[in-house]
């Protein structure tokens, strides 16, 4: 049983333009959100978070935003960069007695185009 | 702060085989996990360790596997009697108190021919 969801394993942007990631959850008792890149044969890299008291943060290129009542959050990447190539993990932690493991999705494949 | 360190970084072992994995986590981080990655997956949590007590086992964790981090530094992951099917990434991330930020190393690729 997935517990986090990332739908599509693949997205092709071209360079400048935005490339949005989605991620769905079916745990209610998520509550805090992270995306994770990783480049072939390195692990994974920290790149976002969100807690579940916001619906949106930012930080430079980057914006995660949190729908609550969907179980819903994407990533926005602008513009976009050929460097932004690689695997996006979407990744949960229900804190308060789940020892802040993360449950992660199987990741999105982005391609960014020159 | 030279981040979560995994050593070897490659390992091909022949089945029934015992093989064991070193994380050393960023210093003062307290949390240490480890995690498995499959070709297609997300990682997979397996065990997890606050200082040297080992908290949390996932059911992925048979009884051959077996992991330690004594005097809550490095961590060990052992593999008794490998399997095929234990080949995969093995990641390990620490992440320091109550932040859930968890900083992966780079792990380290098993292959059981």
């Known amino acids: 049983d997935q517990q986090v969801k990332q739908n599509s394993p693949s997205l092709s942007v071209q360079e400048g333009r935005i490339s949005i990631l989605n991620c769905d959850y079916t745990?209610?008792?998520?509550?805090?959100f992270l995306w994770y890149k990783k480049y072939p044969a390195e692990g994974p890299t920290f790149l976002i978070s969100?807690?579940?008291?916001?619906d949106k943060n930012e930080d430079g290129r980057f914006t995660v935003f949190l729908n609550k009542s969907a179980k819903h959050l994407s990533l926005h990447i602008v513009p976009s960069q050929p460097g932004d190539s690689a695997v996006y993990f979407c990744?949960?932690?229900?804190?308060?007695?789940?020892?802040?493991?993360?449950?992660f999705g199987k990741g999105t494949l982005l391609t960014v185009n020159p | 702060d030279t981040g979560v360190s995994q050593n070897p970084r490659h390992k091909i072992t022949k089945r029934g085989q015992n093989v064991t994995f070193r994380c050393d986590p960023i210093?003062?981080?307290?949390?240490l996990y480890w995690y498995r990655q499959t070709l297609g997956q997300g990682p997979e949590f397996l065990t997890y360790f606050q200082n040297e007590a080992q908290l949390e086992k996932s059911r992925l964790l048979s009884d051959r596997f077996s992991a330690e981090r004594p005097k809550g530094s490095f961590s060990t992951l052992e593999i008794q009697r490998t399997e095929q099917g234990d080949s995969a990434m093995y990641l390990c991330?620490?992440?320091?108190?109550?932040?859930?930020?968890?900083?992966f190393g780079q792990g380290t690729r098993l292959t059981v021919v």
């Open positions: 990744a949960a932690s229900g804190v308060g007695g789940s020892n802040y493991k993360l449950t």
């Open positions: 745990n209610s008792m998520f509550d805090y």
């Open positions: 991330a620490s992440i320091w108190g109550v932040n859930t930020e968890a900083f």
């Open positions: 969100i807690s579940s008291i916001k």
């Open positions: 210093s003062e981080h307290n949390r």
